[in-house]
């Protein structure tokens, strides 16, 4: 028995497949759906969606959004994901390295706009890289 997996942003259709298993990275923590589960709506964190079908397991970054869980469906609306595998991980780690000087231009308890910015491209840079390399 097998998971219908919908991952959608607002100008694509990211994937669209089964899955046997899937792991969100919600904002409460990872959450593994396998079939028959409980039905739920979730916040989605910045991170790693990982699906496994025939014994074989792909990621997804994912950009924040929210998942609705029924018993053999997932539906993942996102701001932004990319499949690991199209991933330029080149890309991905200027794009970290870029993200972390930015940071270091504020001191550690500064609240500012650009950090918190900055902030959330270190995370998203860091997830592209952990899809990309899994």
Known sequence: MAISL??????????QGEAEEV?????????????GHISLVTAIDIGVLRLRMNSQWKSIALM????????????VLVNNAEIGSEINVQ???????????????????EKNPEKIKALKEVSKAEARIQAAKN
Do not use: C, H, R
Not at 103 to 109: D, Q, T, V, Y
């Open 23 to 35: 792991i969100l990275p919600s904002t409460t923590g990872q959450i593994g759906v396998l079939p």
């Open 91 to 109: 890309n991905a780690e200027q794009d970290l390295k870029e993200a972390k000087l930015a940071i270091s231009k504020f001191s550690e308890n």
């Open 6 to 15: 919908k991952v959608l942003a607002p100008n694509k259709n990211v994937y």
């Open 64 to 75: 924040g959004g929210f998942a609705e869980i029924e018993s053999d469906e997932v539906i």
